[in-house]
């Protein structure tokens, strides 16, 4: 079928080889518009939720419940999924890294701070795979 083809067909999300930010402008405008029936879709700024997901973040004596959510642009927001206000971001630059400790734990170090971010259900990976694919997207000449 590969060879029949003229073109290459267009990759599919199970393929692992696309990154997060393969997307067409075509893709992008019809994610875009599918994103306005997502609930936080008027938090992140008419950006392109690509990846979201409710973690904990710790920082003091009680770790936050809070939906992340990756988008174009770069952004990393965070809100309260119960009160559905943004709280925060993590400040995206060419010194963001993820790391992550295990299948749950993982980090984003940032010049001024070090986000202790917990993903209850095990995606930690997916996370430090998908940050890292929008830093290479946007930073290609950075080393990760
Ligand atoms: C808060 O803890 C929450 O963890 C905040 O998270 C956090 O803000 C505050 O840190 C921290 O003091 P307490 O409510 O127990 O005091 P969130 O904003 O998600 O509610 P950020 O957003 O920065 O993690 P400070 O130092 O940023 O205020």
Not at 39 to 64: A, C, M, S, T, W
Not at 75 to 98: N, R
Not at 110 to 139: F, M, Q, S
Request: proline share 8%; net charge positive; aromatic share 10%.
């Amino acid at each position: 079928f590969e060879m029949l083809s003229p073109q290459t067909p267009p990759r599919k999300k199970s393929e692992p080889n696309r990154k997060i930010t393969d997307l067409s402008q075509a893709e992008i405008e019809q994610r875009l518009e599918l994103q306005k029936t997502n609930i936080y879709h008027d938090l992140v700024e008419g950006n392109l939720i690509l990846k979201q997901g409710i973690i904990e973040k710790k920082k003091g004596i009680f770790p936050r419940r809070r939906m992340l959510l990756l988008t174009l642009g770069p952004h990393l927001y965070y809100a309260d999924p119960v009160t559905m206000c943004l709280k925060g971001e993590i400040p995206w630059s060419e010194d963001l890294k993820s790391e992550a400790k295990n299948f749950k734990k993982f980090f984003v170090h940032t010049p001024n701070r070090i986000y202790y971010l917990e993903d209850p259900d095990g995606y930690a990976l997916e996370w430090c795979k998908a940050i890292d694919e929008v830093k290479t997207h946007y930073y290609p000449l950075q080393q990760s």
